[in-house]
């Protein structure tokens, strides 16, 4: 039992001990220690220095061809059709899965089939079949016409003319990626509040003006980060373009590759490290989209990877102040 408060002490025995405690701003918190997570760590550090080694020190890959193709002309010619076989077939994506994710929606049964049918067969079809059946779609319709079904023809003109190369590549991806961001775009207006439709409406406000002003900004905040991920899946799907006699920038790689065959290696080296690159600007574009969108769902915007190592600074700098202080 302890003695109560100035009890006597007996004699023979020595006093107790006086404690005197320090003020909480003296006293040093001791974080929690995680030996494990610093195994994993020391691990992780380990394997990615084997593989950063064997990368540089391996001859195999021989850099310095990579080095010479890395901005040769081929090699930007190819990259700018890539570029441009993207940048079409996205905006005619996404303009397209707008469409059908709208005919989804309608009270029309017969838009709701045909949108339905559109997705379900452009979504079961590989992509290379579709660009192969474009490629030979002259040997099924010399010529297209313009008019009346079953009736007279107002305009013809010749298929062959029309679709040279690059258009081949273009619909063919487009009519791919409109199945696909139909789905996205559907989900993303789904994903709105049902209150926000009714308050909408409450209003008197026309649909269209409805749908352009109160429900797709806020759908997305939900479409953006899915269709980032399509688009990330359309700059690489471009590579297929080869097939369709397009030299984007895999077909430059495989057209230098069988001429040069000793650079094989550093050719797909320099396709890898280009998709990278461009996946890359993309996924940053996506973080400063999804930020300009969140300004209204969250009370605090997500910082920029700027802002986030100046605060990292700042508390590295605090931390060292505290230690050199105690």
């Known amino acids: 039992m302890s003695e109560p ?3 006597a002490v007996s004699p023979g025995t020595a006093p107790p001990p006086i404690t005197v405690s320090r003020p909480l701003s003296a006293q040093r918190v001791l974080p929690l220690r995680h030996p494990g997570r610093w195994i ?16 540089v020190t391996n001859r195999f890959y021989q850099w310095d061809r990579f080095q010479y193709w890395f901005v040769r002309p081929v090699i930007m ?10 940048a079409f077939s996205a905006a005619l994506g996404l303009v397209g899965g707008i469409l059908l994710a709208l005919a989804r929606l309608s009270r029309s049964p017969v838009l709701r089939a045909v ?14 079949v579709v660009l192969l059946f474009l490629y030979n779609f002259s040997a099924l319709y010399h010529t297209l016409s313009i008019g009346v079904p079953f009736g007279p023809a107002f305009v013809r003109f010749d298929e062959s003319r029309l679709a040279t190369d690059i258009v081949i590549a273009v619909v063919g991806l487009s009519l791919n990626e409109a199945a696909y961001a139909a789905e996205v775009v559907r989900a993303g207006i789904l994903s709105v509040d049902q209150g926000q439709h009714e308050a909408a409406a409450a209003l008197g406000l026309p649909k269209r003006y409805q749908f352009a002003r109160i429900v797709f900004p806020q759908a997305l905040r939900a479409i953006i980060p899915s269709y980032v991920n399509q688009l990330i899946g359309l700059v690489k799907s471009t590579s297929l373009v080869f097939y369709v006699s397009l030299l984007d920038l ?14 094989i290696v550093p050719l797909l080296l320099v396709a890898t490290v280009w998709y990278v690159i ?4 993309v996924s940053v574009v996506q973080f400063y989209v999804e930020r300009y969108y969140s300004r209204g769902a969250l009370r605090t915007v997500p910082p920029t990877p700027l802002q986030r190592l100046r605060a990292g600074a700042r508390d590295l700098r605090a931390r060292v102040q505290r230690e050199t202080a105690i």
């Open 5 to 7: 408060l100035g009890a």
């Open 115 to 128: 949108s339905w049918v559109y997705i379900w067969l452009f979504r079961s079809v590989p992509l290379i």
């Open 250 to 263: 895999f077909g430059s790689v495989q057209s230098m590759g069988s001429t040069y065959p000793g650079d």
């Open 77 to 86: 010619d190819g990259l700018l059709i890539t570029l441009e076989v993207t």
């Open 40 to 55: 994993v760590t020391a691990v992780v550090l380990v394997v990615v220095a084997q593989i950063a080694h064997g990368l």
């Open 278 to 281: 461009l996946t890359s600007v």
